[in-house]
Antibody, heavy 120, light 110 residues
């Protein structure tokens, strides 16, 4: 079955950097759009970014544009999110997610999330 | 990229029907037939309920249905059950090729 396992979260100071990883298994990773979605504690879902199967189509939410970079390694079935210039408002549970039927949206599979806390 | 607008909370009694609205703009909900709905129970990951405005993924109960008119989408849950108590989120693809979620609606089954 589809399995998405995130890692790399933790506590970081404002202005710091972090790299999240997502290891995918149970499906043909190379064929699918992948996304990052975040959820601040007690708040709603916020789409962060998606990347196409080949990596040639990428989009970001305005709130992270210029600070976050999404990438993937299809040989290692892995998705990444490089986060720079982190702000307190970036504190959230970050989900790795797969697009339905090779599409960029909607999302049909989610990981359990990795928690990023930005605090001094 | 403003979030879609949903009511903060709705409630209903077992067996009743409820509807959750999701209001956007001509740049998101009104632009495409790409509205989705997700259910999230406390401490759990979201689950896809509806995609492309009206389609249910395999395994989703027929008690969940949805529609769209102009810039507003709606999710209807019929025959409310206790297990339906959860947070519900709408989502839409946008003309900027991005994705936007609603703020979420907490459903309470009385």
């Amino acid at each position: 079955q589809v399995q998405l396992v995130e890692s790399g979260g933790g506590l970081v100071k404002p202005g710091g950097s972090l790299r999240l990883s997502c290891s995918a298994s149970g499906f043909s990773f190379i064929d699918y759009f992948m996304s990052w979605v975040r959820q601040a504690p007690g708040k709603g879902l916020e789409w962060v970014s998606y990347i196409s199967s080949s990596g040639d189509s990428i989009q970001y939410a305005d709130s992270v544009k210029g600070r976050f970079t999404i990438s993937r390694d299809n040989y290692r079935n892995s998705l990444f999110l490089h986060m720079n210039s982190l702000k307190v408002e970036d504190t959230a549970l970050y989900y790795c997610a797969r697009g339905l039927d090779l599409r960029r949206q909607p999302i049909d599979s989610w990981g359990q999330g990795t928690l990023v806390t930005v605090s001094s | 990229q403003s979030a879609l607008t949903q009511p903060a909370s709705v409630s209903g009694s077992p067996g009743q029907s409820i509807t959750i609205s999701c209001t956007g703009t001509s740049s998101d909900i009104g632009a495409y037939e790409y509205v989705s709905w997700y259910q999230q129970h406390p401490g759990k990951v979201p689950k896809l309920l509806i995609y492309d405005v009206t389609y249910r993924p395999s395994g989703v109960s027929h008690r969940f249905s949805a529609s769209k008119s102009g810039n507003t989408a709606s999710l209807t849950i019929s025959g409310l059950q206790g297990e339906d108590e959860a947070d519900y989120y709408c989502s839409s693809y946008t003309t900027l090729s991005t994705v936007v979620f609603g703020g979420g609606t907490k459903l309470t089954v009385l």
